[in-house]
């Protein structure tokens, strides 16, 4: 079992930028790819971005070219980078691991975090 913790999250101005961090422990040898998740109030969860052990990314559309995921597995950390927000960026980003499918995506979750909650407002 994965056991994951997720910092970062918090109140910020339409434009602004947050870093998200997620620290793994436990089975941390079973971990291959790692995910970003986010679910706003009454919607359904969403993929935000995922990173393969190898590195390689993959975004939703509505993210790419603002966040930026990257990982450190040295530590077992993975990151998400948000600049220029928006407030429908607003909503509750959950880190997990899991495995990529064939489309470079992360297809199926192994392990969710508790989350933390991102806010866009003025």
């Known amino acids: 079992q994965v056991q994951l913790v997720e910092s970062g999250g918090g109140l910020v101005q339409p434009g602004g930028s947050l870093r998200l961090s997620c620290a793994a422990s436990?089975?941390?040898?079973?971990?291959?790819?790692m995910g970003w998740y986010r679910q706003a109030p009454g919607k359904q969860r969403e993929l935000v971005a995922s990173?393969?052990?190898?590195?390689?990314?993959h975004y939703a559309d509505s993210v790419k070219g603002r966040f930026t995921i990257s990982r450190a597995n040295a530590s077992n950390t993975a990151y998400l980078q948000m600049n220029s927000l928006r407030f429908e960026d607003t909503a509750v980003y959950y880190c997990?691991?899991?495995?990529?499918?064939?489309?470079?995506?992360?297809?199926?979750?192994?392990?969710w975090g508790q989350g933390t909650q991102v806010t866009v407002s003025s």
């Open positions: 997990t691991t899991g495995g990529i499918g064939i489309t470079g995506r992360m297809a199926w979750v192994d392990n």
């Open positions: 436990g089975s941390i040898f079973s971990i291959n790819a």
């Open positions: 990173i393969t052990s190898g590195g390689s990314t």
